[in-house]
């Protein structure tokens, strides 16, 4: 296994770097020209394949946040991939996920540079960085020789599966989504709130157990900040009829599945805000600090939400009850 090259270290250590680090997470993306890929869905069961073609320049994906840089025109193709699969054997080298699995197929010319997208604010451990090579003869780890906030470059232009990694460690800061989702067609208004790392593969399988539930999306911005994993998240309303289930949540990320609060609210009225917060402090009671809030109101659930309910139908069932082919 190739061992991760260590970078040099950030010269500035204070505080207020920290946070300016954390919250710049697409520095230099002015460098970068943007393109749309054209999607290819012609398989319900199968990821989408993104396609996309350049002339000589640098160039970032608008979905993937994909960069490569090219000397002539090139075409390429590639499409995202489960960590699920893959999770036993990227812990076994002592390794965790920090990005989302790409794989790449050029179909014309060739790339001078590939940039893999990762999730990891990077301002205390830009030296444990490492690319897996998902080769069907065997993985492969690269060594890592440039990072910057948002992205890992790579050093071996191989078209295979593959990822950035970090070496295990205390719990680091990541960049998330909050998904949300709602129940049509009932009196009071019922939702799922899920929060997990920027993994497109990840949301993909989200979105389609919950629309195979019957539950509907609602869009909200994602959070602003790096959000902090092992750490435990409430989520709250500021409602008085409002039931959410779990009281915590604590962000982990193993690749395949999610867990989710529910939210219960009975004829909300006019627009109201959730809250997602984790604890500072543990030593006499817990002081929570706001990491992402949003605003709903009723056009955000069209279908739900306007009439009285029986309590008994209500009761918090989880994807336990559903039916085994929405698994």
């Known amino acids: 296994?190739?061992?991760?090259?260590?970078?040099?270290?950030?010269?500035?250590?204070?505080?207020?770097?920290?946070?300016?680090?954390?919250?710049?997470?697409?520095?230099?993306?002015?460098?970068?020209?943007?393109?749309?890929?054209?999607?290819?869905?012609?398989?319900?069961?199968?990821?989408?394949?993104?396609?996309?073609?350049?002339?000589?320049?640098?160039?970032?994906?608008?979905?993937?946040?994909?960069?490569?840089?090219?000397?002539?025109?090139?075409?390429?193709?590639?499409?995202?991939?489960?960590?699920?699969?893959?999770?036993?054997?990227?812990?076994?080298?002592?390794?965790?996920?920090?990005?989302?699995?790409?794989?790449?197929?050029?179909?014309?010319?060739?790339?001078?540079?590939?940039?893999?997208?990762?999730?990891?604010?990077?301002?205390?451990?830009?030296?444990?960085?490492?690319?897996?090579?998902?080769?069907?003869?065997?993985?492969f780890v690269e060594e890592v020789r440039?990072?910057?906030?948002?992205?890992?470059?790579?050093?071996?232009?191989?078209?295979?599966?593959?990822?950035?990694?970090?070496?295990?460690?205390?719990?680091?800061?990541?960049?998330?989504?909050?998904?949300?989702?709602?129940?049509?067609?009932?009196?009071?208004?019922?939702?799922?709130?899920?929060?997990?790392?920027?993994d497109p593969a990840l949301q993909r399988k989200v979105d389609k157990q919950e629309l195979c539930y019957g539950y509907e999306k609602i869009t909200k911005p994602r959070p602003d900040e790096y959000l902090k994993m092992h750490h435990g998240f409430s989520l709250t309303a500021d409602t008085d009829s409002a039931e959410i289930q779990p009281k915590k949540i604590t962000l982990r990320y193993n690749g395949q599945d999610s867990n989710f609060y529910e939210v219960y609210i009975e004829n909300p009225k006019g627009c109201f805000n959730l809250k997602l917060q984790y604890a500072l402090s543990k030593k006499y009671e817990p002081v929570y600090e706001p990491v992402w809030t949003c605003k709903l109101q009723k056009d955000d659930h069209p279908k739900s939400g306007y009439g009285e309910g029986p309590r008994s139908s209500r009761g918090v069932t989880g994807v336990t009850t559903v039916d085994k082919h929405c698994e």
Request: glycine letters at 6%; a negative charge.
């Open 1 to 139: 296994m190739l061992g991760v090259k260590r970078l040099e270290k950030r010269q500035e250590a204070s505080r207020s770097s920290e946070i300016e680090g954390c919250a710049t997470m697409m520095q230099h993306s002015s460098n970068w020209t943007k393109l749309e890929p054209g999607v290819n869905t012609t398989d319900a069961d199968k990821a989408p394949t993104y396609s996309l073609q350049s002339e000589a320049g640098d160039f970032e994906c608008s979905v993937s946040g994909l960069r490569w840089v090219c000397k002539e025109k090139i075409s390429f193709q590639y499409h995202f991939c489960s960590w699920g699969g893959h999770m036993e054997r990227v812990e076994s080298r002592q390794y965790m996920p920090a990005g989302p699995v790409i794989d790449v197929a050029v179909t014309a010319g060739q790339l001078s540079e590939m940039h893999l997208p990762h999730w990891v604010c990077i301002d205390d451990i830009p030296d444990k960085f490492a690319v897996l090579h998902l080769d069907d003869c065997g993985d």
């Open 146 to 198: 440039e990072v910057t906030a948002s992205h890992v470059k790579l050093n071996e232009l191989t078209y295979f599966p593959k990822a950035v990694v970090m070496k295990m460690g205390p719990p680091v800061k990541i960049s998330c989504n909050v998904l949300l989702y709602y129940k049509p067609n009932t009196p009071f208004l019922k939702l799922h709130v899920f929060v997990i790392p920027n």
